[in-house]
């Protein structure tokens, strides 16, 4: 079974950066994505960035210049490094690792992590 926790919210003022971290625990035997999706109150959870094992990587236009995505695959570790926050930036934050076997996929999901911009 995997799991995944997260690290690294807070409250930060705009313009600001924090650093979230994710890291996947128990056994991984094929190959797999890891991500961040987000979702701020009354509306839908959205993808903020993912990473493939290769490290290429499908940001959204939202945060495109402002976040990177990167992980650590000897640490089973994603992070994502968000610089100039901005209040439409304040969401839960949640990691994803996707998995993905010959006939299907899986997806496991972090509990989540809220981020907060604010003055």
């Known amino acids: 079974q995997v799991q995944l926790v997260e690290s690294g919210g807070g409250l930060v003022q705009p313009g600001g950066s924090l650093r979230l971290s994710c890291v996947a625990s128990g056994t991984i035997s094929s190959s797999y994505t890891m991500g961040w999706y987000r979702q701020a109150p009354g509306k839908q959870r959205e993808l903020v960035a993912i990473?493939?094992?290769?490290?290429?990587?499908n940001i959204a236009d939202s945060v495109k210049g402002r976040f990177t995505i990167s992980r650590d695959n000897a640490k089973n570790t994603v992070y994502l490094q968000m610089n100039s926050l901005k209040p439409e930036d304040t969401a839960v934050y949640y990691c994803?690792?996707?998995?993905?076997?010959?006939?299907?996929?899986?997806?496991?999901w972090g509990q989540g992590t809220q981020v907060t911009v604010s003055s």
């Open positions: 990473i493939s094992g290769s490290s290429s990587t």
């Open positions: 994803n690792l996707h998995i993905i076997f010959i006939l299907s996929t899986k997806d496991y």
